[in-house]
């Protein structure tokens, strides 16, 4: 690159990133409630009927609150036409972030975006330029992998009765010599062998930038174990259920997303691809690559070489496979205000109406909008299809805030998921007594 270029994509990235803080002091984004309420009704988020007429812009999105960067990944918006072609967008390597009735919103590099001008789709740059994109806030409140290790290990030591914290696998960077990382599972149940009792599952951060997905299993924990002995309903949901929590599926790329990478997949050196990482969430083993991932290390939906190719992922099938007494799991990503279920490979009605009950109910619960996920678009390879699918689990995936929140809002937002995620996580604990076998 010359030097009158380089100096000049400086300037307009200064000029830009002054922009964005005016509009970050001056306006109130749509979607971005203020966390403030303590009795924050149920429902509050915004329902997809609602989202009819919105209009998805730079201003009123969560990039225009964040530092913009020449990253070659510009944010689109594609206008809706068909569940098909959203998937078909998810194949092209489009990073989809949301989708309401009139748009596609996301992510592409410039591979993608030159693919998706061939097209001839109707889409257009919320991005202020092409190529210009955000990196990640990563607000110091929000746990690190190291501090939530030591989170772990501290309530594991404070609560011997209860907790018990399980090392359930490595990371690539681990097992490939990069890093000293691993998959982390507390397990929480009161007097008597769990693994003789009904069993529950969560886990967080599949994702590496959805910082949020790690903090709610998190208070969670603290949520249970404080309450155990105190509050009736908890002390009563722990002496009969097994529950386990692992709040970060993807160590490796956290870490990435700690230094304020928008970072998604895992840390994959892919054979020497100029693109690192696999789509943890279009690995599982499925229904694997047949629709809606990319068979391209570059795109944020590469699904890796095989089913599993992954140790996040092998981690976690090997970790279910081993508890036959689990029966419902909970994945929580963002964002979106979503809760979904299987199946995801296909548009075809899941033959399940327990799973559909359940799956109304936590809609209900949260405010979030209720919905098969391939409603959205066919994705394959995700957790919820293996687990349900190859396992038996009732499965559910829950996107956490809204495009005013994007992936990384800041940390005082969390006291509002949380109310929006509390009763949701305690029917589902409760619920796994409740199955029957
Ligand atoms: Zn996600």
Redesign the pocket.
Known sequence: MSQHNSTRSGLVSLALASLALLIGCNAAPQGFAPANNANVRANSAPQLSTMANFEPTFQNSFVSRRPLARTGNSIVKVAYQNNAQASQLAELGMDIWMVTPKYIMGQVNEEVFQRLQMSRLNFSLISPERGISAKNDFDPQYHTYDEMLAELRQVAQQYPQLAKLHDVGDTWQKVNGEGNRDLWALNITGPGDGSQKPGIVFFGN??AR?LV?VEIPLILIKHLLEGYGKDPRITELLNTRDVWIVPMVNPDGHVEAEKGANW?KNMNKNDGNRYRGVDL?RNYGHKWNTGGSSNSPSSDTYMGKAPFSEPETQAVRDFVKARPNLKIMMSY??FSNLILWPWGYTKQRVNNPKLVEMGTKLGQLTGYTPQQAADLYVASGITDDFTFGELGLMSFTT?IGSWGDGFDPPYSRVAQFWNENREAALYLIDSAGKLGR
């Open positions: 599949h994702h959805e997905t998604r969430n990503h963002s996107e």
